[in-house]
Structures are given as structure tokens and as C-alpha cells.
């Protein structure tokens, strides 16, 4: 991955949700903003930028300034169908699980763990060789992104980060020269810069 000098990852902004729709088919609401991200100064103007094909991620790169971006079907977010979660702290004990050991929770289909992680990293591959040198920005879902993460780093994935993680978020990394990928910037450390 050494054809690119940053890989820039944002969290998609905060959709409108509606439990008698599918999550991938939620769409931001009208008075939805990126501003603060937008307007930070660490997204490149230069960059080749990629998104998930879910309306809340392309709708965020269109708040970005990139109704360009190139759609990677392999952006998605984890695929979890079955019942609703009224209760928002039960879906978050799910995906910590999840998240943290594979766990899919009783009576839930879930897409692996180990098939989402395979799935984005591969995605990040061909986009890197897309990029033909060029930072790229990718706009996805935050279990996904959690995943990449992990997968960049070495680490098992943080649920303390995807609990943290804000609607719109960014981290970044820097590919050095012998195309080794090092954490650049934090989660939310845009808010600072």
C-alpha cells in the first residue's frame, strides 16, 4: 500500500432512522451537517474519494463536497438483519461482542466478522491501487471502519472507539515510503486542528 501517501476514513453523518426500513436504506436528514468536518482543513482538496453505496454515506461525501466519489460496494456496513433493538444499549452490547470476539447475537443473522474485516481490507487494496499515488478518502459505517482499523493497526478492534466514535467522524493514517501505514490522526481529532 505504498502508492499513496494518506488514507483518510470518515464516518458517515447522522442519519434519520426508521426501524420499518433496512439501516443501509436510511438517509440523512434535511438539516443534517458536516460542516465542522468540512470545514477543518485535514480532508485533502486533492484526493481520490470513495464511498460505501448506503444513502448515508454518499449523502455525507456530498455534504463533503465530493458528489463524485466512486461508489465500492465493499464499503458497506456489516449486514445485520433480524428484529429491531428498541433498546439502543442492547445493540451496543451486541456489537462489542461482535466486535470484540465475532459473537452474533441469538436469533440474529449477522454477516461474520472475519467476512466484513476480509471484505473492507480488500476494498482498501484495490482503492489504494486506484488512487495511483494520490491521498484517498473513504466514507463508510462506523463497525466496518472499526474493523479496517483494527485490521491496519494489529489491534483487535477498540469498542471503546466505536462507542466514541461521532456522525461525521474521521481518523487518518500515513503510508510511509517502505509502505508501512501508521495511525496520522485520531478519531475526532479534527475537532482540534
Known amino acids: 500500500m505504498k502508492d499513496?501517501?494518506?488514507i483518510h476514513l470518515v464516518?458517515?453523518?447522522?442519519?434519520?432512522i426508521d426501524p420499518e426500513v433496512p439501516p443501509g436504506r436510511w438517509r440523512l436528514p434535511s438539516d443534517c451537517s458536516a460542516?465542522?468536518?468540512?470545514?477543518?482543513?485535514?480532508?485533502?482538496?486533492?484526493?481520490?474519494?470513495f464511498t460505501s453505496p448506503e444513502s448515508k454515506a454518499r449523502q455525507t461525501a456530498e455534504l463533503l463536497l465530493a458528489p463524485e466519489a466512486?461508489?465500492?460496494?465493499?464499503?458497506?456496513?456489516?449486514?445485520?438483519?433480524?428484529?429491531?433493538?428498541?433498546d439502543s444499549g442492547e445493540f451496543e452490547v451486541a456489537?462489542?461482542?461482535?466486535?470484540?470476539?465475532?459473537?452474533?447475537?441469538?436469533?440474529?443473522s449477522w454477516e461474520s466478522r472475519d467476512a466484513v474485516?476480509?471484505?473492507?481490507v480488500s476494498a482498501l487494496e484495490q482503492i489504494?491501487?486506484?488512487?495511483?499515488?494520490?491521498?484517498?478518502?473513504?466514507?463508510?459505517?462506523?463497525?466496518?471502519?472499526?474493523?479496517?482499523?483494527?485490521?491496519?493497526?494489529g489491534r483487535t478492534p477498540a469498542t471503546a472507539e466505536w462507542r466514541a466514535l461521532r456522525m461525521p467522524d474521521h481518523c487518518s493514517f500515513e503510508v510511509e515510503p517502505d509502505g508501512e501505514i501508521v495511525p496520522a490522526m485520531a478519531w475526532g481529532e479534527f475537532l482540534d486542528s
Open 35 to 49: 460542516a465542522a468536518l468540512r470545514d477543518s482543513g485535514v480532508l485533502p482538496a486533492d484526493a481520490r474519494w
Open 95 to 108: 456489537v462489542a461482542a461482535f466486535l470484540t470476539d465475532g459473537t452474533v447475537p441469538a436469533g440474529r
Open 4 to 6: 499513496v501517501s494518506a
Open 11 to 16: 464516518r458517515h453523518a447522522r442519519s434519520s
Open 117 to 120: 474485516t476480509e471484505r473492507v
Open 70 to 86: 466512486t461508489v465500492v460496494t465493499d464499503l458497506r456496513e456489516a449486514e445485520r438483519s433480524g428484529a429491531w433493538y428498541e
Open 128 to 153: 489504494v491501487l486506484d488512487c495511483g499515488g494520490r491521498d484517498c478518502v473513504l466514507v463508510s459505517h462506523g463497525t466496518a471502519l472499526t474493523l479496517l482499523v483494527g485490521a491496519l493497526t
